[in-house]
């Protein structure tokens, strides 16, 4: 079994000096989401399912296209769920995100002022990875090591979603524990592509992490994170 994450292309978190929530591409965003899709064109999935929101939807839909599969939305894959902050200044996002870096390490599990909390955000994703993996006969055995039971090993899935998701996502599967700094963890650039493959283990599995943040398939000056 591979799983194939894909992180959104540049999304246009300012316009006009005001924050955007649920913000769409940038120009070089959209141009990004079309090297990823020519890159993808080759591979052949099971499934391809793809976050609800705008940036990640609009990354998949070159993708999609290419692929000739119809859109599949499922909501596991939404990123942490921001303050409303929407039409507020820049700085004020900016502000919030520097105090929260400034934070003791043990405090930042609270996440932004009125928006998701990062162990409430974790503890989603790795619910709805758990779920989503079980209905496909994907499950972690009774075992201390990182070790999964896999009923269709020769599967092939493409998630399209986002830094905070696909890291947590990650963990999941290779048996680390959550921390408040997963967008720190493993640093994702916009467009790429992360890869884990099943490898046996006796009579079972565990995942390889055999390729982290491509961005290859991308043009040099648009190569962003």
């Not at 990354?59 to 942490?80: F, S």
């Not at 989503?132 to 090591?145: I, K, P």
């Not at 790429?192 to 982290?212: D, G, N």
Request: glycine share 6%; proline share 7%.
């Amino acid at each position: 079994m591979e799983i194939v994450l894909v992180r959104h292309a540049e999304p246009e978190w300012v316009k006009d000096g005001l924050n955007v929530v649920n913000p769409p591409l940038t120009e070089r965003g959209q141009r990004q989401a079309r090297e990823l899709a020519n890159a993808l064109a080759g591979e052949n999935f099971d499934e391809i399912f793809v976050s609800p929101l705008t940036r990640a939807r609009q990354t998949a839909a070159p993708i999609l296209e290419v692929l000739g599969r119809p859109e599949q939305i499922d909501p596991w894959l939404e990123e942490i769920r921001d303050p409303a902050w929407h039409g507020t200044p820049a700085e004020r996002a900016a502000q919030a995100y520097q105090e929260m870096r400034e934070r003791p390490v043990e405090h930042r599990w609270s996440g932004l002022e009125d928006g998701e909390s990062v162990r409430d955000f974790t503890d989603r994703i790795r619910l709805g990875a758990s779920m989503f993996l079980a209905e496909r006969g994907v499950e972690r055995t009774d075992h201390d090591l990182p070790v999964w039971k896999i009923l269709e090993p020769g599967d092939r899935i493409l998630l399209v979603a986002h830094a905070g998701t696909n890291s947590v996502t990650m963990c999941h599967l290779l048996g680390l524990e959550p921390t408040p700094w997963e967008w720190d963890r493993f640093v994702l650039g916009h467009a790429s592509i992360s890869r884990l493959e099943a490898i046996p283990v006796h009579e079972q599995y565990t995942f390889s992490l055999t390729k982290l943040s491509d961005t290859e398939h991308l043009e040099s000056l648009d190569r962003t994170r």
